[in-house]
């Protein structure tokens, strides 16, 4: 039994496959969400239990400076006798400051993370364009994707998918070109796809609207 599945294979086209390989071959169309506001509750959630396991970690540190024992008292001064210790004192401070150092380094590298996917250009409106067109055409099967984030890329009424910094793009690829270029493109597809978006959007994932549209988008590498 082969291990993958051609694209262009009967069954498969407008699938989710298909769309994967448009976007393998053209990471310029590969147009994804950026999940803003679930990324800041992740990292709300995260600055939440750091600033607990913070508020735990200096009361241990406290009541350690105040103990009778010189050793325990050393703590705050010798990483050494701390990472060393065996006693029930030292081995809680030191098992909390390692899990708030484990905690620390994941919000760390979260809020980096995120600064890296919002300082990343999106696509092009005209990129956006036709992804869109690709999805509602005869290639992409009219819009018959299934399951959740089928419209993922379906245009709103009140315009919050095209919002700036809404998606991210895996290639900025023609994204430097000139302003006229871009613009002539972006307004000779708006008109298409603002009926186009439309029936996509309206399309229900249970009882789809089959359409009729030319294919505006010829993908060599996906057939």
């Not at 990324?39 to 396991?53: D, G, K, Y």
């Not at 364009?129 to 999805?135: K, V």
């Not at 509602?136 to 919002?163: I, M, V, Y």
């Amino acid at each position: 039994m082969p291990d993958t599945v051609a694209a262009d294979s009967p069954g498969v086209q407008g699938s989710w496959l298909r769309l994967a390989a448009l976007m393998g071959c053209k990471p310029e169309l590969a147009v994804l969400r950026t999940f803003r506001k679930l990324n800041a509750l992740r990292l709300l959630e995260m600055q939440s239990e750091l600033v607990q396991e913070e508020q735990d970690f200096e009361y241990i540190c406290g009541l350690d400076s105040r103990d009778e024992c010189p050793v325990t008292r050393s703590y705050q001064v010798d990483w050494d006798v701390l990472n060393g210790s065996q006693g029930k004192g030292g081995s809680v401070q030191r098992d909390a400051w390692r899990k708030l150092r484990d905690k620390l380094e994941a919000y760390n590298s979260a809020v980096l993370q995120q600064i890296q996917i919002t300082a990343h250009e999106g696509p092009s409106g005209h990129n956006l364009g036709l992804l869109r067109g690709f999805l509602g055409s005869g290639k992409g099967n009219n819009s018959s994707l299934r399951g959740s984030g089928w419209d993922t890329w379906a245009e709103e009424e009140n315009g919050f998918r095209n919002q700036k910094g809404e998606f991210v793009v895996l290639s900025a690829k023609y994204r430097e070109r000139d302003y006229f270029t871009r613009w002539a493109g972006e307004t000779a597809l708006k008109h298409f796809h603002t009926f186009l978006g439309r029936r996509f959007k309206a399309r229900s994932p249970t009882h789809p609207q089959r359409t009729q549209s030319a294919d505006i988008l010829e993908i060599d590498c996906i057939g």
